[in-house]
């Protein structure tokens, strides 16, 4: 009973992961065309608005980070999955885990390697 | 630079081998590298270089000592978000609101600032408590409360099907929380079932500040287009939603709205929701306290004051469309008779028309057609209560087909037809049906008093009957109207005496919970009439005057 409540509790944050991404891109889309119509200026999106990023990634692309993420989704699928459970969906290691069915070992080893990747092709496209 | 998917899993195996080793050796493990592949080598170069920035772009979002976890809703000005902090006990969860970037400017930033002031004087353990607040490192405002884990009002009567009582003491409870509220000088202002929650541990709490507003002393509160914006239409008061006012009735026109959700069969609940719901807000409960106090009445198996008074509100009614028009009035208790005489009918002679009623038919034609063959069957040499029957029938079709005076012609020959019968038992339930319906058509004549002479001999004869078995299970209603009418009119005798005759005759049917209600009408009859004669010698004074 236990982990049947847990497994469909993981299950609702992963699909709750989902769609705040695309919540959060959908929206920066939406901003981005409004700011270009008012005149072009060059904007940053931050993750979420009000996010207190550290210096030097202050503000990170949404639009950017979902080219790449598409990106790396077509080289790995899972790795893709890690990234937006984690980021989006804030869930934990464990229970990344249990959503994708693998061992918090590759789940570790996935974001360590994902978010690396992702910040390099932000950062020199 | 665009990766072939070998290329990529080369590159994750050099990564992961890269991020095991020392700092010092990682350049000397990318000169390796470099001999196997070298623009391979340079993306796994550029990465490591990355990696610390990554780590730190990843990082849970953090706003003072808040990390956030997860995105909960989405207020009207900006995400609600899970978050938690260290305490020296353990990790503590909250519910931070953070102004959206966009909102976060004039009045919109006011109102933000507002809502986490009003919400930092507020202490109920049925309110989501207020933990923390700050600015994040972009200067935007957020401020932090009691993180309620649990299901919103709909969901929870919706999947866990509360019962009735349980629901009334959330109810209950809720209300203490918005009296509290109101006490404060504070109007919710956008109560609904998703700002109800109830939690894991059953308890009721009720959340988000974001549309309420201060009143000043007068009771008035300001800006009210700006609430009129931000408010929920479904469950907005009407004068809300015309932008007129918001004031502490505005909430529990809500709050009616939101019991009558969850109310069930309860005429009880049902009958609280209704009062706390009606258009006019003078006509609505006077506090919260008012209404939980008849929530409380309710759980305690005690008259509930809103039906009383929503009787009082008919009767009130009820007079006053009397006095524009007693025809009216007159009409109105007509219908409820007819609708009784039918249906009594149709179960006395359930047997008798189930051979002649088709599915459907309207009750009138149904009896026409007994009524055909009645006539063809009868006989010269009939019984007289039999042919006291078909005039009775007769005078049934006159009375609803709005034809008093031919039905009192029918009524008159039946009884005619029953006086020369011999005595017997069977006669006199003849004779007591006949006086009910004499009754019931003196009543559409307009003869209130002469129409309750009858209901009341046909009453006593009734007592006088061995067995007593007469179909009246339909007429309570047609008795309380006429009793009421009566009343209106200052006939205050007549009208108690037949809302006596009402609990005799729901004691005979032995429905025990109708002669509660008779005997409880009997009671605020009863009760109100001292005050109706002083009324009434009042109203008689000053028209002298």
Known sequence: MQGKDWRSKTHYLATASRVMRNVVVDYARTRLSAKRGAGGKQI????????????????????????????????????????????????????????LDTSPATVKRDWEFSRTWLYKQLSCP | MSLSPADFHQLEAWFAEASTLPAEKRARFVEICRETDARLASELEQMLEAQPLAEAAFLPRQHGDWRIKRVLGEGGLGLVRLAERDTPTGKQLGAIKHIHANFDAGSFRARFLKECEI???????????????????????????????????????????PTVERVAMLFRDLLAAVAYLHESSIVHADIKPSNVLI?????????????ARMLDADGKSRDSTFTRAMLTP????????????CTPASDIYSLGLLLRSCCGESADLRAIADKASRDEPSERYESALAMAADVTHFLRNEPVGARTANMQYRARKFARRHRIAAAFAACALVAAGAAWWIEAERARQASELRSTLIENVRPEKAIAQVLKSAAADMEADAPKTEQAQLHLRMAQMHAVRSRPDNAAQELKAAETAVAADAPSPERDKMRVRLLLS?????????????????????????????????????????????????????????????????VRRTEWIGDSATTNVNKR?????????????????????????
Request: aromatic content about 8%; hydrophobic content about 45%; charged content about 25%.
């Open chain 2, 234 to 245: 479904e469950w907005a008061s009407p004068e809300q939603r015309q932008g007129t006012s």
């Open chain 2, 438 to 502: 004499q009754g019931f058509v003196l009543g559409k004549q307009d003869k209130l008093v002469e129409a309750a002479d009858m209901v009341i001999e046909a009453f006593k004869l009734w007592e006088t009957i061995p067995d007593r078995n007469i179909e009246l299970r339909q007429s309570g209603y047609y008795l309380r109207e006429l009793a009421d009418a009566l009343i209106a009119r200052g006939e205050f005798s007549r009208g108690i005496e037949i809302l006596h005759w009402n």
């Open chain 2, 199 to 211: 939690d894991r541990a059953g308890a009721v709490k009720l959340l988000d500040f974001g549309a």
């Open chain 2, 119 to 161: 919400l930092k004087a507020l202490a109920h353990p049925q309110i989501a408590a207020f933990l923390d607040a700050g600015l994040d490192s972009a200067g935007s405002p957020y401020f932090v409360m009691e993180y309620v884990n649990g299901l919103a009002w709909d969901d929870y009567t919706a999947h866990v099907k």
């Open chain 1, 44 to 99: 940053t999106l931050s993750f979420a608005e009000n996010a207190a990023a550290p210096p030097g990634l202050s503000a990170i692309d949404v639009i950017a980070l979902e080219r790449a993420l598409d990106e790396l989704e077509a080289l790995d699928a899972r790795k893709a999955r890690v990234v937006e459970l984690r980021w989006y969906g804030g869930l934990e290691v464990e229970e990344i885990a249990g959503v």
């Open chain 2, 521 to 545: 009408d009997l009671a605020a009859r009863c009760a109100q009439i001292p005050e109706a004669i002083r009324s009434e010698e009042k109203l008689t004074k000053l028209c002298a005057n």
